[in-house]
């Protein structure tokens, strides 16, 4: 028997252990547990009453069995009772044995509730922390409606223990998360907030947890906490080693705390006011500045907390998105960290510029890495390190350098592992597809992906290179050439027989002068690997051959001759043979005509996301797709089947043809869009019930948040909160625009009637035409929804439209209303013009309401390149070398409405006089507007007579809109 | 932080501790038992310390013949994690001194209400060695010495 070190082992306890750890079989523990059971049953039912001690050590045992993997039906009641012994070692075994084995037994949760609701009120700090313990660990409902209203009593009480503190404030977070509609807020909000202040570091620590939670949930309630955390933060940071004595980890000051901190902050945009602002960019560059000095110490845990808390740091650089030097700053030292020795860091450093490629000012800095991150993909050991190496090369790929990552992955493929292959797959088919340049490429790229890994090449892949082969025509001559010759090699994989089948049935005669693939070599090709496909393959194969019979009237006979055969007609598979039969029937009733109009080219698919997004973001779950486009500007995103889709829905009549290429199992080939015409209708019927509320007041409180933000840039996160991340990407173009809207469900329950709206108040509905494509009624958990708003601006307008969102989540309906970042200063086209001009027409404009000036206080530091990218985010074009001051910005465009045209000049003057030495500017913005008369194209360049009759609101209202970006 | 398990178990497979910051029903918690074994024991030595699976980040580390193995939401911070386990075993070795997977197969209670102490609802709730320490060392005291405990039936 092993010694016990201290305390009070139970010595019966021990001498079982060891019992089972000298069975030689599983058959003699299971007997010797058996033994022990009966033992411990005979003693519970016994006449004897039992004393504590004996109490808690079969309590114990039997724990310990329940630990080892049987079942325990006992013992629970004894337990119970131990909750209510004055001792404590006992009343620490029945909280454990409770909340390891808590069962839903309702008798049993009342007497467990009134045990502890004894303890909690026995002022006895040690038994109080069990009580809370125990809460936490169960976390049950029941146990929520009990105590929820009593924790924060105790934790915000001025004479509760500082453990005890601690305790109620992660108890609370955990009922919080598991019944948030039984935990009461507002009362003590604030008071929770100033534990931030409290003198004792752990219940910082605690209370830090808590807020986080909370805050997610409520932003605005606790929007106090963050100077406090950047207070605090702050103190951390400057702090030396030594001053948080116990709290110093490894030499790093509370790396816990700090991180929970900073964490926190990712819950709030940065700072508005610029003090705190200010204060915040200085612990974070302490931050980065600490992470580049000699190590204090060289063991692993200092520099895996340093490390910590410079990753966290990082972290909330890109979450705020908003300072280019941090952003850079933050790339080039996990730079560094790509080549370092330790493997965890260079896993965390890949994985971390994932996101840092996402961001604009970023992205580039991220492209300079890509030479080592291929060299990681061909030389690190370890395939989780790899995984990471693909997901950023995925990332940062973009037009410039995808022909050379989509090489390097389908390389890499030949040897992957199994578990990630098919997410390769996807990821370089979403590559090509999405920057090909050229679609020759795209289609050997795909075919390339059949002949590596043609087992991994799920149905989404192949039915896109259909899709996208039939919408351009340009290149179907190529790819029947290409699959022409790939189908040659004697063991072609059953994918690529698909798609050769179904390219030559469209598109065979394209290739057909050709006497190497005459009509009867191409079907005799496909026909010798009829035999070995199954049975869908076999379906579309014959459907390939009643297209050859209308394309290659000389074949008719060869091919009628096999859909006669037995094994055609006579097939077991009932689809076969209906194919079989209806397609020889069709070929000899039917004229030339005839079979040439039901057998026509497929028409172009309609456009829509890629089908194989969706698949890679249910795959891996919203979080994990960092979305390639989100955030970075990138106009010249391949718009794929744009310009046929409008003319799609008229073109696909119902002829048969659709249904003859449809097989059963082929969701992305039927051409009904996703929400069929029965989706459709149930949201419809839900807007019939909610839509009378909507044109008046919206529901609840409309978030703006991010609002501002988007009024120089088009793409990014525009509301987020526990359950759902809305994203916007837009582009626009003169008086009109187009608006995706994507839905992430950030749960992995679905959600159920969602509905989503525009609300135009009063004026703004004449002014701004908006169209909105239903979305699908539900959203699966952790998938993306996209919606497509069609935007005309009809004329100038001042207020902002509110996209309003409605689903049902666990029963409960949520609304969601957001303000849409749509602001007049979209519909810019950018004007260029001399210095001369510029100045003419500026002094012509002078009338007040041709004019707006505005004086305010920058927010942040005025740097120059930011401001241009800001000036040219607002629409204008940013003129060079015009104003004789070179400090000041000025820019000019034209704002395009449906029934008129706007020229707008601006001026931004910068003051740094006005508070030398501070980090603020005062400065002074002007903008001149006119509204053009006669407009006699649309790009007509501004002349000064156009310059007379302005709207003054247009104008300030842009005047509020630059002074807000800057 | 917000760990959503953890669990410690033996190069052979052999569950020593679990803990459940998430409510999973039995089945669920055998499959994830199941899987991180199978995932974390099948990695090469010198492999780095972090997995995805599913939706979750695992963090793991060795110690002797123990796995240390914890499941993460998919923003935290996996270094932060492995201090978190690093700091548990500073814990149990200071409690035990120099621990070893016996202590915690014969004290597994103990090896609970250490980690209660440090962890609650998959939060750090007290990062203080000192301040951990005390207050196992304060609920020691409360229990029985080794005369006591040697006078105790054997069975």
Known sequence: MPAVSKGDGMRGLAVFISDIRNCKSKEAEIKRINKELANIRSKFKGDKALDGYSKKKYVCKLLFIFLLGHDIDFGHMEAVNLLSSNKYTEKQIGYLFISVLVNSNSDLIRLINNAIKNDLSSRNPTFMNLALHCIANVGSREMAEAFAADIPRILVAGDTMDSVKQSAALCLLRLNRTSPDLVPMGEWTSRVVHLLNDQHLGVVTAATSLITTLAQ??????????????????????????????????????????????????????????????????????????????????????????????????????????????????????????????????????????????????????????????????????????QRAVDLLYAMCDRSNVQQIVAEMLNYLETADYSIREEIVLKVAILAEKYAVDYTWYVDTILNLIRIAGDYVSEEVWYRVIQIVINRDDVQGYAAKTVFEALQAPACHENLV????????????????????????????????????????????????????????????????????????????????????????????????????????????????????????????????????????????????????????????????????????????????????????????????????????????????????????????????????????????????????????????????????????????????????????????????????????????VEAPVLSIQFRYGGTLQNIAVKLPITLNKFFQPTEMTSQDFFQRWKQLSSPQQEVQKIFKAKHSMDTEVTKAKIIGFGVALLDRVDPNPSNFVGAGVIHTKTTQVGCLLRLEPNTQAQVGGPERVLACALACARCRAVPSPNASLSPSLFTDVPSHTTDKQGHCIAAAL | MKMRFLLLFSRQGKLRLQKWFTPLVERERKKVVRDMTLMVLGRPPRSCNFLHWKDLKVVYKRYASLYFCCGLDDKDNELLALEVLHRYVELLDKYFGNVCELDIIFNFEKAYFILDEFLMGGEVQETSKVTVAKSIEASDMLQETMEEYMSKPAF
Request: glycine share 6%; net charge neutral.
């Open chain 1, 498 to 797: 698909k798609v050769g089948g179904y390219i030559l049935g469209e598109f065979g005669n394209l290739i057909a002068g050709d006497p190497r693939s005459s009509p009867l070599v191409q079907f005799n090709l496909l026909h010798s690997k009829f035999h070995l496909c199954s049975v869908p393959s076999r379906a579309l194969l014959l459907s390939t051959y009643i297209k050859f019979i209308n394309l290659f009237p000389e074949v008719k006979g060869t091919i009628q001759e096999v859909l006669r055969s037995d094994s055609q007609l006579r097939n077991a598979d009932v689809e076969l043979q209906q194919r079989a039969v209806e397609y020889l029937r069709l070929s000899c009733i039917a004229s030339t005509d005839i079979l040439a109009t039901v057998l026509e080219e497929m028409p172009p698919f309609p456009e829509r996301e890629s089908s194989i997004l969706a698949k890679l973001k249910r795959k891996k779950g919203p979080g994990m797709v960092p979305d390639i486009e989100e955030g970075r500007k990138d106009k010249n995103v391949n718009g794929g089947m744009e310009p046929i889709s409008t003319n799609a829905t008229t073109k696909s009549t119902p002829s048969p043809s659709t249904d003859l290429l449809s097989l059963g199992s082929s969701p992305a080939l039927s051409s009904a869009p996703p929400s069929s015409s029965a989706g459709g209708l149930l949201v419809d019927v839900f807007t019939e019930n909610h839509a009378p509320a909507a044109p008046g007041v919206p529901m609840g409180p409309v978030a703006d948040d991010n609002f501002s933000r988007f009024v120089c840039k088009n793409n990014g996160v525009l509301f987020e909160n526990q359950l759902v991340q809305i994203g916007l990407k837009s582009e626009f173009r003169q008086n009109l625009g187009r608006m995706y809207i994507f839905f992430g469900n950030k749960t992995s329950t679905q959600f159920l009637n969602f509905s989503s709206s525009v609300i135009c108040q009063d004026s703004l509905k004449t002014q701004l035409s908006i169209h909105i494509k239903p979305a699908d009624p539900t959203v699966d958990g952790g998938a993306q929804l996209q919606q497509i708003l069609n935007i005309e601006c009809v004329s100038d307008f």
């Open chain 1, 217 to 386: 949930k409520n932003p605005e309630e606790f929007k106090t906490s963050v100077s406090l955390a950047v207070a605090r933060l702050s103190r951390i940071v400057t702090s030396a080693s030594t001053d948080l004595q116990d709290y110093t980890y490894y030499f790093v000051p509370a790396p816990w705390l700090s991180v929970k901190l900073l964490r926190l902050l990712q819950c709030y945009p940065p700072p508005e006011d610029a003090a705190i602002r200010g204060r915040l960019s200085e612990c974070l560059e302490t931050i980065l500045n600490k992470a580049q000095e000699p190590p204090k110490s060289k063991k692993v845990q200092h520099s895996n907390a340093k490390n910590a808390v410079l990753f966290e740091a990082i972290s909330l650089i890109i979450h705020h998105d908003s300072e280019p030097t941090l952003l850079v700053r933050a790339c080039n030292q996990l730079g560094q960290f790509l080549q370092h020795r330790e493997t965890n860091l260079r896993y965390l450093a890949l994985e971390s510029m994932c996101t840092l490629a996402s961001s604009e000012f970023s992205h580039e800095a991220v492209k300079t890495h890509i030479e080592t991150v291929i060299n990681a993909l061909k030389t690190e050991r370890d395939v989780s390190v790899r």
